[in-house]
């Protein structure tokens, strides 16, 4: 059932899904998520988008490639890209993409709580569907936030972040 005047789900066959997110750094959690969205749909695009409501800690083209060295060591970069998005909404991304589907990772309620509104204004905006995954819940309690807060304070985060995020953030430029 669709609510008059929103738009229905434009897709039939969909191939190509975005996995959108802040991903300040990309962890463990969210690389589960790319591996099963990526064995779901053909193509999937990482995109990473800056959240004015988050005070960052890494600029957003080292988050891009953090992401792409991952995926890469993981050998998870067959039939993925990794971008980024600042001109505007999420769905003109996927509108410029052909993409029907974004996806989403929910690790308990309350990202069901947060992510439920804006998954009902993107599909009003433009009929793009969201998708939630399940990431492993060896994964239900990390954050890219807490991954923050412990660096920050100097602890060890390599049990939450892939290789390539923690070999970059041992540097201590963070830049
Ligand atoms: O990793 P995050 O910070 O939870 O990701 C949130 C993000 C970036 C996916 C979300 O803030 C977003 O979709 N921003 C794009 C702006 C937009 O299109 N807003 C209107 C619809 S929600």
Same mark, same amino acid.
């Given at each position: 059932? $669709? @609510?008059?005047?929103? =738009? ?18 990309? $962890? *463990? ?12 749909? &053909? #193509? ?6 800056? !959240?004015? !409501?988050? $005070?960052?800690? +890494? =600029? ?8 792409? #060295? ?13 971008? !980024?998005?600042?001109?505007?909404? *999420? ?10 589907? *974004?996806?989403?990772?929910? @690790?308990? #309620? ?8 804006? %998954?009902?204004? !993107?599909? &009003? +905006? %433009? ?5 939630? +995954?399940?990431?492993?819940? %060896? ?6 936030? +807490? ?14 972040? =892939? ?13």
């Amino acid at each position: 059932m $669709t @609510r008059a005047g929103s =738009p229905r789900y434009a897709g039939g066959m969909t191939t190509l899904a975005v996995v959108p997110g802040s991903f300040d750094p990309v $962890t *463990l959690g969210h690389l589960d998520v790319i591996e099963r969205a990526r064995n779901i749909f &053909d #193509e999937v695009h990482v995109v990473v988008v800056h !959240n004015p !409501n988050k $005070t960052a800690m +890494l =600029p957003v083209a080292r988050r891009v490639e953090l992401i792409e #060295e991952a995926l890469r060591e993981a050998g998870l970069s067959d039939g993925v890209t990794v971008t !980024n998005w600042s001109v505007g909404l *999420l769905v003109d991304y996927c509108q410029e993409v052909g993409a029907k589907v *974004l996806i989403k990772g929910i @690790r308990s #309620e309350v990202d069901v709580t947060y992510e439920t509104p804006m %998954a009902i204004v !993107n599909r &009003d +905006l %433009a009929g793009v569907e969201t998708v939630f +995954l399940l990431p492993d819940p %060896a994964h239900s309690h990390v954050s890219s936030s +807490l991954v923050r807060q412990v660096a920050a304070l100097g602890g060890d985060v390599s049990p939450y972040v =892939p290789g390539a995020v923690s070999r970059f953030m041992a540097s201590g430029d963070l830049t």
